[in-house]
């Protein structure tokens, strides 16, 4: 037998034999989905159905009846395929729309048009998908396998639910692979970027997480006549498989070929799909995986609910908190990395970190009249409770490390940090009220609503600040959600009584859960007023909707009665306990001693009563500025809220009446006890809304009968704000819109106050900070201090503990900085404050700085020509004055130089010396 022959019979043989496997795969091994269900009337999403088995599955269901809605992200392919589904099924109602599984903006502007425009969605088929992918990353940052696999689909799937939910019972079917049994969820490394990238382990994780999350839905969404179910196709030939087998040239020519031979086609492995989606048996049932259309048990790397529960909330931050997410990123960078340099208000250092930095490091720094030991304003106990761990560690680090001086970011950003870490702990509280005042929504409503929080230049600039009314703000908050969580708690003790329900362990937990509310509440209450004594206008509301909605039930019964008896002696113990430990303690610290405790009428330290008869003097309010009484609500209010509070403006304006009438039913409810009626035993799902718009804007009238305002005293009100308004634009539908202008805006002011306001005087301070000192070879420093003299002119105050080397060496003692502050002093006073440092000090070892905006070194000019020189060491932009940019408009020009715009923002150190003569 010759070669060529025995070539030729091989390959007839292997022909043979490659047909033969073929026939046996099509007509005996495959099954068929043999059910006759019809879907006329019925809508279908399908995603990728422009191809493969999400086209076979659109071609079953056009022919079962059905609406078919293609979910597509080539735009061209999908009406290519649209029009052979139509001529092939003779069903016109399909339908092709955009939809990006690999970007988030893509699924919801989809999922806001299917919300929008379709009555129904019966039927949600996730099929899309990507198999090894290289390495490649989504529009929003997530790895391709998980982001299109999976988190795509599960943003979807939620993002419809209430569509799902209203023509149920509908089924939500998420295609997936058998590989998930070798799949591992690395929760540290999601994203797959802190160890070398593999494409089938990165799909692995995806087809696991997907059946994680299909037994997690069941959980979520109990009783919603939704169910999901897992589909394996089995190995098919579809498009998904060009990075694996159609890789390579041998491998398309070669093994491609043999590999398909056991390969099923699209409409065979369709067929699972079909059956999940359609089965009559399967109705009702929810979690389950099945392959070749046969249920199989979960593998047991799937079978862990933590795991599952873990992975869906991860899912819902990456999905649904987007934004927020962001929010949070920016925050931390902003306070820990590229710290914000922006200068919001002198009290941000004077009112805080400098008070405290002074004390532990034994500096002589700055102190503003809040805190003159003869009538005090300000509590120091409540400085030392937020920054005096930070800087303590600070200093114990300056300690053992042998710093000569401390580095200037440490010192700005260590007390930052403990109010970043105040703001993350009020998100949490923020959520779960959130989860309170509407426990109706759903993740993605929730997920709204931080959004709105996450992105506010509140939160973002003023809630990285040392400013008292940051920490105002979460106390605020605090209280707030304490009340809620004690009337919950005060009401099922009430209601469990009434219903004679036995003592048990459940009742015991509600008692101590009860028990350390009311403490708390007490204890926030004084903390607020010791921080601020302005915090009784917020703190208001809180406590009258308590005391309206437990007061009246006193009357059901004496047990009621003595119950709240007891609830209220632990609000006010404690409120009188913490009261009486700060004033000690700030009696302590202001009379450097117990001695105090011989003349208690004398020299007792109460700061807010203090701060009361100061401010009740109209001569001391006018050295700060008086302002009219319309400004918080007509300007601060709009400079920090922007849209949200024109909109509430708008919404009180035709809901003036609702408003009325709740206050009307609080008031009400309060008089029933002294007509001894009982109230029902009940908490009105209606009294939300109206108690967090009374929230929002009661606080307004206190806060406006102090003739000083500034917008900062109003940051506590954005989350009854945010509370209020984001639901009632979720329910009109408005709350994409207003987003975006809700996003332009707070970018806007977070560049002005969080870059620009005073930008330039962090930089130039960290400049002086780190400048050189000089050293005489006639007078050496351990005879003669060596002083560096810094004089602002026409910009906010220094704080003295930015440039000073804050070092408890002897030597380092020797290097002293101090701050002149001229504030906006007329150029006489310059010029007397130069020729006096001239006078009084030896320059042998000392070095003199002025720091003043550009747009004022006219001011200079006839020094200059007099007996000191200036030089121009360093401009600091972009510098924005907000306070006396109006007024420095008439030095644009001058008869020696012409003024840019770009001038009017830069702030110049000079060193001056003394000419010789």
């Keep these: ?68 809605i293609m979910a597509c992200r080539d735009m061209k392919k999908c009406e290519e395929t649209r029009e052979k589904l139509v001529a092939d099924s003779f069903n016109t109602n399909i339908v092709c729309r955009e939809c990006d599984l690999a970007s988030i903006e893509s699924i919801k502007t989809f999922a806001d048009e299917i919300n929008k425009n379709e009555k129904y969605v019966h039927l949600l088929i996730n099929n899309a998908g990507v198999m090894w992918h290289p390495s490649k990353l989504t529009k929003d940052g997530f790895e391709q396998h998980l982001g299109v696999n999976y988190l795509g689909h599960f943003l979807l799937t939620n993002l419809l639910m209430e569509k799902l939910r209203t023509c149920s019972p509908s089924r939500v079917v998420n295609v997936t692979s058998s590989m998930y049994k070798r799949g591992v969820i690395d929760f540290d490394d999601l994203n797959m970027s802190k160890k070398q990238f ?47 087998i159609d890789k390579s040239f041998i491998s398309r020519i070669i093994v491609g070929p043999l590999l398909k031979a056991f390969m099923k086609t699209p409409m065979q492995g369709a067929q699972a799909v079909i059956q999940c989606a359609l089965d009559p048996k399967l109705d009702g049932q929810c979690g389950k995986y099945f392959s070749d259309m046969k249920e199989e048990p979960i593998a047991p790397n799937a079978t862990d609910a933590k795991e599952a529960k873990r992975l869906w909330l991860i ?133 709204i609503i931080m959004n709105y929080y996450g992105i506010a230049h509140v939160t973002l600039v003023f809630f990285t600040r040392t400013l008292s009314n940051s920490f105002e703000a979460f106390l605020f908050l605090a209280l707030i959600y304490l009340v809620n969580v004690n009337m919950s708690s005060l009401l099922s003790i009430i209601t469990n009584s009434s219903n004679k329900t036995k003592y048990n362990v459940q009742s015991i937990h509600i008692n101590l859960n009860t ?6 509440i007490g204890f926030i209450c004084a903390l607020g007023i010791f921080n601020r004594p302005t915090f009784p206008a917020f703190a208001l509301v809180p406590i009258v909707y308590w005391l309206a909605n437990i007061i009246p039930l006193m009357n059901h019964s004496f047990r009621f009665q003595l119950l709240f008896g007891r609830i209220i002696s632990f609000i006010i113990g404690t409120f009188i306990l913490a009261s009486c430990l700060i004033i000690l303690f700030d009696s302590y610290y202001y009379n450097n001693g117990f001695s105090f405790i011989m003349d208690l009428k004398n020299r007792l330290i109460i700061c807010p009563l203090n701060f009361i008869v100061y401010n009740i003097d109209s001569k001391n309010l006018d050295q700060h500025g008086l302002h009219p009484p319309w400004l918080h609500f007509i300007v601060n209010a709009t400079i920090l809220y922007g849209p949200l509070h024109l909109y509430v403006v708008l919404w009180g304006l035709f809901h003036v009446s609702n408003i009325r009438q709740f206050g009307q039913s609080i008031i009400e409810r309060i008089l029933k006890i002294f007509r001894k009626r009982s109230v029902a035993i009940e908490k009105s799902e209606q009294s939300i809304s109206p108690f967090l718009i009374y929230l929002y804007l009661i606080p307004f009238i206190p806060l406006s009968t102090f003739p ?10 954005i989350f009854p704000l945010i509370l209020f308004i984001v639901p009632v634009l979720i329910t009109k539908n408005l709350h994409t819109l207003l987003f975006r202008i809700w996003l332009a805006f707070n970018i806007f002011i977070c560049i002005i106050y969080g870059h620009l306001h005073q930008g330039g005087l962090l930089p130039a301070l960290k400049y002086i900070h780190d400048y050189p000192v000089v050293s005489s070879n006639v007078i050496p420093i351990v005879t003669n201090p060596n002083k560096k003299i810094l004089i602002t002119y026409h910009t906010y105050m220094p704080p003295g503990y930015l440039v000073t080397s804050m070092s408890k060496s002897e030597y380092d003692h020797k290097l002293q900085t101090i701050v002149i502050d001229l504030k906006g002093a007329r150029r006489e006073e310059l010029d007397l404050t130069i020729e006096r440092i001239f006078h009084e000090y030896s320059m042998h070892n000392n070095q003199v700085f002025v720091l003043l905006p550009n747009i004022s070194q006219t001011y200079l000019i006839e020094l200059k020509q007099a007996k000191y020189s200036f030089k121009l060491i360093k401009q600091f932009a972009p510098h924005l004055d907000l306070d006396h940019g109006f007024e420095e408009l008439i030095h644009f020009k001058d008869q020696q130089k012409q003024y840019t715009i770009w001038d009017r923002f830069k702030l110049d150190l000079y060193q001056v010396t003394r000419n010789l003569m």
């Design 198 to 244: 593999n494409a089938k382990i990165a799909y692995e994780q995806a087809a696991l997480a997907i059946v994680l999350a299909t037994q997690e839905f069941c959980r979520q969404y109990p009783g919603s006549g939704v169910v999901a179910n897992c589909a394996h196709p089995g190995i098919t030939r579809t498009e998904i498989a060009r990075h694996t």
């Design 315 to 447: 899912s819902q931050r990456w999905a649904h908190f987007i934004w927020y997410t962001v929010g949070v990123i920016v925050r931390i960078l902003w306070t820990l990395v590229y710290s914000q340099q922006g200068y919001i208000h002198p009290d941000e250092f004077f009112q805080g970190p400098e008070v405290v930095f002074d004390d532990i490091f034994q500096t002589n720094l700055t102190r503003t009249h809040e805190f003159h030991p003869a009538a005090p304003l300000r509590s120091v106990a409540i400085l030392y409770l937020l920054y005096g761990l930070p800087i303590s560690i600070l200093s114990w680090l300056s300690t053992i490390l042998h710093w000569s001086s401390i580095p200037f970011h440490l010192k700005l950003i260590f007390p930052r940090f403990a109010i970043l870490l105040l703001s993350l702990c009020s998100d949490i509280l923020f959520y779960r009220m959130i989860k309170v005042s509407h426990s109706n929504f759903n993740s993605k409503q929730y997920g």
């Design 708 to 717: 000083h305002q500034e917008a900062r005293f109003l940051v506590p009100l």
């Design 1 to 68: 037998m010759s070669l060529m022959r025995v070539i030729t019979v091989g390959l007839t043989g292997a022909a043979g034999i490659y047909g033969g496997l073929v026939l046996y795969r099509e007509y005996f091994v495959v099954a068929q989905y043999k059910g006759d269900e019809q879907l006329f009337g019925k809508t279908a999403i399908i995603t990728g159905a422009n191809t493969g088995i999400g086209k076979e599955v659109a071609h079953d269901f056009a022919r079962r009846g059905a609406r078919v």
């Design 515 to 520: 028990i350390v509310t009311s403490s708390l």
